[in-house]
Each structure stands twice: as C-alpha cells, then as structure tokens.
C-alpha cells in the first residue's frame, strides 16, 4: 500500500512511538490522524508535526481527536468523525498502550503479603488489549465500506512471551498477536492486511529516567548493545504497511533481546 496521500491514523499519536511514527509518516506524504487523550498533547504534536512538514516542503492533512480508547462509544464516534474528515481510512496503527507492572504474587516466609489487585490487571487489559480491539473493528469497519481495504498494524511487545512483574502486560501483548493473526485470516478477502511490532526495549523518556544499573542489565542482554531508536520501529510499520504480501504475522524488531 502506498502511503503518500493516504490517511494514517494512530491511537496515542501525540508522543512516544506514535509521534515518531506521525513524524515518519507526515513527511512521506500522508495525512496524519492522532488519537490520544489529552487534547494538549494533541495541539503540541499537531503544531510540531505542521512546523516539520513546512520545514521539509511536504503538505499534508494533520488532525488530533481526543478519546479513550477503552470507551466503545468514544471509539465509534472518533472513527467516524476521521472517517467524515478525510474521506478515507487506509492504515490503522494500534499503538496505544500503558505500563502498571507488579509482581503477580509477593511471598515473605511463606507468608504472603502482597496480590496484583484485579484493577492493575484489568487497567492494562483494557487499554491494551480492549483499546486494540475497539479501534481495529472500527477502522477495519471504515475499511470495508470503503471498498478500498487498508492495513493494521498491532503493536505488541517481546513481553508478550512472558516477563518477570508484568503478568497484566504480558498477558496484552500476547492477545494482541492472537488478534492480529485472527484479523489477517477474517479480513484478507477485503483487501484488509494486518501485522504485529513486537518491539524490545526502545529508548524514550522513560528508559531515559531508568537507573544506570538497571540499563546496564538491559544492554548486557542485548546482542547488539545498545536501545532501540523510535525511528526504527516507525521503520518496521512502513514496511509493514508497504508489503503487500505481508499478514498475520509479527515482527519482533527487539536487537536480540530474549526475556
């Protein structure tokens, strides 16, 4: 699928891997929709993206829209106002996520003292996960009516094999894969591709903030020994999005990272 002139849309758009993704994107010539929850970001990373755009003498459509994506009406009204907006919706990138990590169970002396309550769990279930599902039904929606097709791209993580204090996080990531694999095989006879990034660790502000020792671990586990760059992620998508020959399947783009 060509992306100069298409519409890209992408849930937590206005900062982290969905603003570098925007930024990629924007400049290759498509039109750029943010979805993100405060409206804020959204008008900081709309203006930046506009500014960038001028700078490079590219001209395209840029518009953000404040929803939760765990909020099923929200997700049919944004969809549909995008939808309104732009014409078109030919990618879908499923970024938005969170982090609330925690051991599943802490014991002391075979006495247990501390349980992942079922609202840290579910928090990051429903943003993850449940956001994933609400905003690909809806574009794919968009897609089929459209008669046009389009792409999904999910974004999972390396953590979906499993990790140590993330049992709600690992437990996303890897239903965003079986979904991905289910929708490759659903959509496909609507012209409808999907794909999965299973991303490792990135450098971002919060890798930024981490103690040396607990990066250092993190690079002595990484064969190639360093962070991975936004950019490159947002590199993966376009080649996901680019290949029409590729669905339902995962790109693990995580240096050789094993967890």
Known sequence: MEIKNNTVVITGGAQGLGFAMAQKFALMGANIALIDMAQDLLNTACEQ???LMQLEGVTSNIKGYAANVTNES???????????????????INN???????????AKDGKVVK???LEQFQSVIDVNLTGVFLA????ASHMIESGKGGVIV???SVARAGNIGQTNYAASKAGVVALTTTWAKELGRFGIRVGAIAPGVISTAM??????EAKQRMLAVTPVGRLGESDEIAHTAQ???????FTGRVVEIDGGIRL
């Open 49 to 51: 993206l506009m500014q």
């Open 74 to 92: 929200e997700v049919e009204n944004v969809f549909n106002t995008i939808n309104s907006d732009f014409g078109h919706i030919g990618v879908l």
């Open 96 to 106: 938005a996520g969170i982090l609330r990590d925690g051991m599943f169970i802490k």
């Open 115 to 117: 349980k992942m309550s």
């Open 136 to 139: 690909g039904r809806e574009a």
């Open 154 to 156: 999910n974004m999972s």
């Open 207 to 212: 890798t930024d903030a981490m103690k040396p």
């Open 239 to 245: 080649y996901i999005i680019e290949n029409d020959f």
